[in-house]
């Protein structure tokens, strides 16, 4: 499948590349399909790009949750997740969206609404975690400068 991008320009996805989303982002819901792309000349950055098949100018920044808080364990009810396949350690694929600001120092995680994916069948969902403690704008600027000076970054 031929896919136009923003930031990547058009790329030939492969169908395993596409994950399914039955009720879209939220506030996006018209978008259903989606691929998780890499920027190759960033190899070692955790910063992923979550990419619309459907729209170019769709294309969120996402972060593995554990990246920014180590004990993320959202708490949710399993219904909103039953029509994406049975989740287990090896399939479950948790991605945060980010906000990347001009002022980076402002850069910011939904900790509250991740999106689930389920790596077997290729579908996922976005869910509003019920932990009251997550917060929609979860500034990250400092903890990533902290984790860069203690790597000697």
């Given at each position: 499948?031929?896919?136009?991008?923003k930031f990547?320009?058009e790329?030939?996805l492969?169908?395993e590349k596409i994950?399914?989303?039955d009720?879209?982002l939220i506030g996006?819901?018209q978008?259903?399909?989606?691929?998780?792309?890499?920027?190759?000349?960033?190899e070692d950055?955790?910063?992923?790009?979550?990419?619309s098949?459907?729209?170019p100018?769709?294309?969120l920044p996402?972060?593995?949750?554990w990246?920014?808080?180590e004990e993320?364990?959202?708490?949710?009810e399993?219904e909103l997740l039953?029509?994406?396949?049975?989740?287990n350690?090896e399939?479950?694929v948790?991605?945060l969206?980010m906000?990347?600001?001009?002022?980076?120092?402002?850069?910011?995680v939904?900790?509250k609404a991740?999106i689930?994916i389920?790596a077997?069948?290729?579908?996922?969902?976005?869910?509003?975690?019920?932990?009251d403690?997550?917060?929609?704008?979860?500034?990250?600027y400092?903890l990533?400068?902290?984790k860069?000076?203690e790597?000697?970054?």
């Amino acid at each position: 499948m031929k896919v136009q991008t923003k930031f990547f320009g058009e790329i030939d996805l492969p169908e395993e590349k596409i994950i399914h989303l039955d009720r879209g982002l939220i506030g996006l819901e018209q978008y259903k399909k989606y691929t998780i792309l890499y920027d190759e000349e960033k190899e070692d950055s955790n910063i992923s790009w979550f990419q619309s098949c459907d729209e170019p100018t769709l294309a969120l920044p996402v972060i593995k949750p554990w990246l920014v808080k180590e004990e993320y364990n959202p708490t949710v009810e399993d219904e909103l997740l039953r029509n994406i396949g049975e989740l287990n350690e090896e399939n479950l694929v948790i991605l945060l969206t980010m906000t990347v600001p001009e002022d980076i120092t402002k850069m910011s995680v939904n900790l509250k609404a991740p999106i689930v994916i389920n790596a077997d069948t290729r579908k996922g969902a976005q869910i509003i975690a019920e932990n009251d403690d997550y917060e929609v704008k979860y500034m990250v600027y400092d903890l990533f400068k902290k984790k860069n000076e203690e790597a000697g970054v």
